[in-house]
T-cell receptor, first 116, second 113 residues
Framework: KAGVTQTPRYLIKTRGQQVTLSCSPISGHRSVSWYQQTPGQGLQFLFEYFSETQRNKGNFPGRFSGRQFSNSRSEMNVSTLELGDSALYLC???????????????FGQGTRLTVV | EDQVTQSPEALRLQEGESSSLNCSYTVSGLRGLFWYRQDPGKGPEFLFTLYSAGEEKEKERLKATLTKKESFLHITAPKPEDSATYLCAVQTYENNYGQNFVFGPGTRLSVLP
């Protein structure tokens, strides 16, 4: 069974640009969450999508946005990049049985974003 | 505000030297506690889920336990391949719907041959 796939693996962008990251969840998983990981702040929750709807959002500025498609694939967009946005961006998928219940999350390898 | 702390920050063990990692949490209402292992440059790998105080789970050399305020990850006779950062995360009742974990900062484990 294929795991969570994130593309691209590495990305270098210039301050002020925008970037789109992609995540393909495990087949059958309907919940996709995004996290930012930095050495100073650790793993921080960005947002979660379930059935194409954003269900939860972390404390990040509006420059961070996402969406989920009907096949559960998800994209994350960061506009007007800042140096501090350099991080490992991780996507996690979950079965999310019955909609309300949670299950363990399985993570992708991440996208390493460097802003210069 | 939900908080998760982990100790120690880093731990060096000799191969075969057993030890425990701690995860302490202050949350409004715990739905589940999760342990992950993360290797450098990779995404976290799921290890265990614990739902209620007194619960224990085992996998090879690892055993996770849960009390009302903390969880322990016991590592018995570790091998060098157990070297990684171990993360714990909590899911709380505050977010009744959805999947968003609060992660601890992690414990960096090094097992020397």
């Amino acid at each position: 069974k294929a795991g969570v796939t994130q593309t691209p693996r590495y990305l270098i962008k210039t301050r002020g640009q925008q970037v789109t990251l992609s995540c393909s969840p495990i087949s059958g998983h309907r919940s996709v969450s995004w996290y930012q990981q930095t050495p100073g702040q650790g793993l921080q929750f960005l947002f979660e999508y379930f059935s194409e709807t954003q269900r939860n959002k972390g404390n990040f500025p509006g420059r961070f946005s996402g969406r989920q498609f009907s096949n559960s694939r998800s994209e994350m967009n960061v506009s007007t990049l800042e140096l501090g946005d350099s991080a490992l961006y991780l996507c996690a998928s979950s079965l999310a049985l019955g909609g309300a219940w949670y299950t363990e999350a399985f993570f992708g390898q991440g996208t390493r974003l460097t802003v210069v | 505000e939900d908080q998760v702390t982990q100790s120690p920050e880093a731990l060096r063990l000799q191969e075969g030297e057993s030890s425990s990692l701690n995860c302490s949490y202050t949350v409004s209402g715990l739905r589940g506690l999760f342990w992950y292992r993360q290797d450098p440059g990779k995404g976290p790998e799921f290890l265990f889920t614990l739902y209620s105080a007194g619960e224990e789970k085992e996998k090879e050399r690892l055993k996770a336990t849960l009390t009302k305020k903390e969880s322990f990850l016991h590592i018995t006779a570790p091998k060098p391949e157990d070297s990684a950062t171990y993360l714990c995360a909590v899911q709380t009742y505050e977010n009744n719907y959805g999947q968003n974990f609060v992660f601890g900062p992690g414990t960096r484990l090094s097992v020397l041959p």
